[in-house]
């Protein structure tokens, strides 16, 4: 196991010792106690996921110098169909914007506009071009399509994201 990995399951196994009443929203409806992050992705509602996401993915808390290349690690290593679904969403929000496809295409130096064919470094420029300038999306996005997040393992990141961790694992002692 790599440092990088020890460390992350200290942090989660911390947040999931620690004092979770901090948290807005604290359930005591034990059905969402959460196991593990695939448990939360599957369980977990969409409006959910985008409150926890809205006061954890904070823009100001991680600055685009340490999000981008946990993003480009993190889309690297999601499934192609999950990638693939990740940049439908960006391009169907930043579109509800006004920002075409082709215009993103052209702008980025993506090597298309089509999600199916798009690679991880294709999606890796969108969602931090969406980063960037469009928090809002970004958080939409992850909300819908949280396969990312679990890869990602930068500890600022990591910490940023800790009241998400806090809820997925609940009340468990």
């Given at each position: 196991?790599?440092s990088?990995?020890k460390?992350?399951?200290e942090?989660?196994n911390?947040?999931?010792?620690?004092?979770?009443?901090?948290?807005?929203?604290?359930?005591s409806?034990?059905?969402?106690?959460?196991?593990?992050?695939?448990d939360f992705?599957?369980?977990?509602?969409?409006e959910?996921?985008r409150q926890?996401f809205?006061?954890s993915?904070?823009h100001?808390?991680?600055?685009p110098s340490?999000?981008?290349?946990?993003l480009?690690?993190?889309?690297?290593?999601?499934?192609p169909?999950?990638?693939?679904?990740?940049?439908r969403a960006?391009?169907k929000?930043?579109k509800?914007?006004?920002?075409?496809d082709?215009?993103?295409?052209?702008?980025l130096?993506?090597?298309t506009?089509?999600?199916?064919?798009?690679n991880?470094?294709?999606?890796?420029?969108?969602?931090?071009f969406?980063y960037?300038?469009?928090p809002?999306?970004?958080?939409?996005?992850?909300?819908?399509?949280?396969?990312i997040?679990?890869?990602?393992?930068?500890?600022?990141?990591?910490?940023?994201?800790g009241?998400?961790a806090a809820?997925w694992?609940?009340g468990r002692?």
């Amino acid at each position: 196991m790599s440092s990088s990995d020890k460390y992350k399951r200290e942090i989660m196994n911390d947040l999931a010792h620690g004092n979770t009443e901090s948290l807005d929203e604290v359930s005591s409806d034990p059905t969402k106690d959460y196991q593990n992050f695939d448990d939360f992705a599957q369980r977990s509602s969409h409006e959910e996921r985008r409150q926890l996401f809205g006061r954890s993915l904070n823009h100001d808390r991680i600055p685009p110098s340490q999000m981008e290349p946990e993003l480009q690690k993190a889309i690297a290593q999601i499934k192609p169909n999950e990638r693939d679904d990740v940049a439908r969403a960006f391009f169907k929000h930043l579109k509800e914007r006004g920002l075409d496809d082709r215009h993103l295409e052209r702008t980025l130096g993506l090597s298309t506009h089509h999600p199916n064919r798009m690679n991880a470094d294709d999606v890796s420029k969108l969602a931090a071009f969406a980063y960037h300038n469009h928090p809002d999306i970004f958080q939409e996005v992850m909300a819908e399509q949280p396969a990312i997040l679990k890869f990602l393992s930068n500890p600022v990141v990591g910490a940023a994201l800790g009241a998400i961790a806090a809820k997925w694992f609940g009340g468990r002692k």
